[in-house]
Nanobody, 126 residues
Framework: QVQLVESGGGLVQAGGSLRLSCAAS????????MGWFRQAPGKEREFVATITRYGSTSTYAAYADSVKGRFTISRDNAKNTVWLQMNSLKSEDTAVYYC????????????????WGQGTQVTVSS
């Protein structure tokens, strides 16, 4: 059984910050890659950030150009949790944010992930 549960979404003014969290249980907790995607109304699900674990000492993180310098992804393997710190939020960041987990290293497209959470709504007011 695999479960990914996102939390931390909400309503925030432009320029503000939010921190999303994703708690993994079951087999997903051992996934080497975890990531965040988002989907706005009428748009396709898009890549936001990913973090890949190499062994127990190294990680690799990558970000979409639209969020570089503003968002930070982090991971706590011991707690089976991944976070997305979002700063300097813009109205265009408004979307449902989804946590994902998989076995492919440095995965950046949805089909490369095996498990998905139900999403958490982030709304940025302008």
């Amino acid at each position: 059984q695999v479960q990914l549960v996102e939390s931390g979404g909400g309503l925030v003014q432009a320029g503000g910050s939010l921190r999303l969290s994703c708690a993994a249980s079951g087999r997903a907790s051992s996934s080497v890659a975890m990531g965040w995607f988002r989907q706005a109304p009428g748009k396709e699900r898009e890549f936001v950030a990913t973090i890949t674990r190499y062994g127990s000492t190294s990680t690799y993180a990558a970000y979409a150009d639209s969020v570089k310098g503003r968002f930070t992804i982090s991971r706590d393997n011991a707690k089976n949790t991944v976070w997305l710190q979002m700063n300097s939020l813009k109205s265009e960041d408004t979307a449902v944010y989804y946590c994902a987990a998989g076995s492919k290293l440095r995965a950046v497209v949805p089909r490369e992930y095996d498990y998905w959470g139900q999403g958490t709504q982030v709304t940025v007011s302008s």
